[in-house]
T-cell receptor, first 114, second 115 residues
Framework: GQQLNQSPQSMFIQEGEDVSMNCTSS?????WLWYKQDPGEGPVLLIA?????ELTSNGRLTAQFGITRKDSFLNISASIPSDVGIYFC??????????????FGTGTKLQVIP | NAGVTQTPKFRVLKTGQSMTLLCAQD?????MYWYRQDPGMGLRLIHY???????AKGEVPDGYNVSRLKKQNFLLGLESAAPSQTSVYFC??????????????FGQGTRLTVV
């Protein structure tokens, strides 16, 4: 099945640094979602984006819906130890009626060095 | 409000054994999903359900069956477990508002090892 290209696959950063990760697709979406998975837990939604070009923040997190509708970016500012986890992007093509498939990225594993 | 609850959390099976993973949600969501998560593969959809009494195949349905006899429950069955089914399994649910499917709410996962 289709997978989104998410990069980087993993990263080690120092506490206090900013982090950027992105997701690209060969097909367009009209919804982009960013999830975080803490160790031993299920993914939890961080940010949802519904319009091309949209820039949305949630505390230290900022995500953007790419203009081409084929990509999205997530930035974390001033990282802290609890930012550790796996970050997943997910794309969805919303249409009226029925189930709309969600495609998940392969994840970015973030480790923060105190 | 418990959200999405999965049982069991851990299980070890021998090759050829069968088992059922249970998922319950208390949010009255229409849609429910079963995913498997493998290293470097992200989340892959096994089966899903858009309502009570209905199920459909996802990306990787082979070797699994599901049932949704009640709206709040979605069961995942392994008929004859194989080592390739060693994975972490996540159940999730979501609902529709207008024409938009909301984001998925995930359970805590079931770590299954087949030896």
């Amino acid at each position: 099945g289709q997978q989104l290209n998410q990069s980087p696959q993993s990263m080690f950063i120092q506490e206090g640094e900013d982090v950027s990760m992105n997701c690209t697709s060969s097909s367009i979406f009209n919804t982009w979602l960013w999830y975080k998975q803490d160790p031993g837990e299920g993914p939890v939604l961080l940010i949802a984006l519904y319009k091309a070009g949209e820039l949305t923040s949630n505390g230290r997190l900022t995500a953007q819906f790419g203009i081409t509708r084929k990509d999205s970016f997530l930035n974390i500012s001033a990282s802290i130890p609890s930012d550790v986890g796996i970050y997943f992007c997910a794309g969805q093509l919303q249409r009226s009626g029925g189930y709309q498939k969600v495609t998940f990225g392969t994840g970015t594993k973030l480790q923060v060095i105190p | 409000n418990a959200g999405v609850t999965q049982t069991p959390k851990f299980r070890v099976l021998k090759t050829g054994q069968s088992m059922t993973l249970l998922c319950a949600q208390d949010m009255n969501h229409e849609y429910m999903y079963w995913y498997r998560q493998d290293p470097g593969m992200g989340l892959r959809l096994i089966h899903y359900s858009v309502g009570e009494g209905t199920t459909a195949k996802g990306e990787v349905p082979d070797g699994y069956n599901v049932s949704r006899l009640k709206k709040q429950n979605f069961l995942l069955g392994l008929e004859s477990a194989a080592p390739s089914q060693t994975s972490v399994y996540f159940c999730a649910s979501s609902y529709r508002t207008g024409t938009v499917n909301t984001e998925a709410f995930f359970g805590q996962g079931t770590r299954l090892t087949v030896v």
